[in-house]
C-alpha cells in the first residue's frame, strides 16, 4: 500500500475525528459474521462497538427478536446492520429492526472491504456521507483480476 492509499488517521488532529460515534452489527450465515469481524480486526484492531451475529441455532422467527437485543446493547446513537446477502433471513430481520429504529441503516451483501472502511471512518464522516461511502467501497471490491 502507498502512502497515498493508506487510511488518514484518526485522533484529535484529524479534521472529521468529532463525528458521533456509529455502532454495528455484522449479521449472517454461520461462522460469517465472527469470520468478517475478526478479518477486519486483523487489518483495523478497534472494533469497539461491533458486534457479530449469527442465525446459527436460532429459528427464523427468532431472529428479529435476536437482532433488537443485539442493538438495545449497544449506546445509544446510530447502528450500520452489516447483513450478508440482500434476501436473506438476516436481511430481512434487518428490514424489520429498521422500521422500528430510524437510526438504523441496513447494508446487503457486505464483504471485508466494506467493514474495513467502516472501522477507518465511523468516527471521520457523518453517516449521511458514511453510508455512499461504504457502499461504493462494496461495489469497487469485487473485480475479476486481469493479467
Known amino acids: 500500500m502507498t502512502q497515498s492509499e493508506k487510511e488518514p488517521s484518526s485522533g484529535p488532529g484529524s479534521a472529521r475525528g468529532d463525528c458521533p460515534r456509529v455502532y454495528a ?7 460469517l459474521p465472527r469470520s468478517l469481524l475478526e ?25 428479529g427478536a435476536r437482532l433488537e437485543q443485539t442493538i438495545s446493547s449497544l449506546p445509544e446513537g446510530d447502528v450500520v446492520v452489516f447483513a450478508d446477502m440482500f434476501g436473506t ?10 422500521r422500528k429504529h430510524p437510526n438504523v441503516v441496513v447494508l446487503c451483501g457486505t ?25 461504493e467501497t462494496g461495489r469497487t471490491a469485487v473485480q475479476t483480476v486481469e493479467l
Do not use: T, W
Open 25 to 31: 452489527i455484522v449479521i449472517g450465515q454461520g461462522d
Open 39 to 63: 478479518s477486519a480486526r486483523a487489518i483495523v484492531p478497534d472494533i469497539e462497538g461491533v458486534v457479530a451475529l449469527s442465525n446459527l441455532d436460532c429459528p427464523i422467527m427468532g431472529l
Open 89 to 98: 433471513s438476516c436481511a430481512n430481520a434487518g428490514r424489520e429492526i429498521k
Open 111 to 135: 464483504n471485508l472491504s466494506m467493514l474495513v472502511r467502516f472501522l477507518y471512518h465511523r468516527r471521520k464522516k457523518p453517516l449521511a456521507e458514511l453510508i455512499p461511502f461504504l457502499l
